[in-house]
């Protein structure tokens, strides 16, 4: 069992920058990828960006250029820096992770944190 806490969002002007984090806690030993989702009103949750045990990172279009996804494997969390915010990439991020023999099915997720881009 792994609790992942996710925090760092907000509100911030388009062109501006947040940094969330994911903090785990549990059997993390047994993680091996973890992503970034977000969901906007009335959208299907999407992929922003991954990342798997050995370092490899993927990032949804609408992230490349802007968002970099980075953990720390000593503090047991997760990042998304995102920078150059635009009032589209408004949504609640979600932090998962998946386990070693374990389909994604089985994944943990965060309670969510709301990050809202506005002037």
């Known amino acids: 069992q792994v609790q992942l806490v996710e925090s760092g969002g907000g509100l911030v002007e388009p062109g501006g920058s947040l940094r969330l984090s994911c903090a785990a806690s549990?059997?993390?030993?047994?993680?091996?990828?973890m992503a970034w989702y977000r969901q906007a009103p009335g959208k299907q949750r999407e992929l922003v960006a991954n990342?798997?045990?050995?370092?490899?990172?993927n990032y949804a279009d609408s992230a490349k250029g802007r968002f970099t996804i980075s953990r720390d494997n000593a503090k047991h969390t997760l990042y998304l820096q995102m920078n150059s915010l635009e009032p589209e990439d408004t949504a609640v991020y979600y932090c998962?992770?998946?386990?070693?023999?374990?389909?994604?099915?089985?994944?943990?997720w965060g309670q969510g944190t709301q990050v809202t881009v506005s002037s």
């Open positions: 998962t992770a998946e386990f070693n023999g374990l389909g994604p099915q089985f994944a943990s």
């Open positions: 990342i798997i045990s050995g370092g490899s990172t």
């Open positions: 549990g059997n993390i030993r047994s993680i091996y990828y």
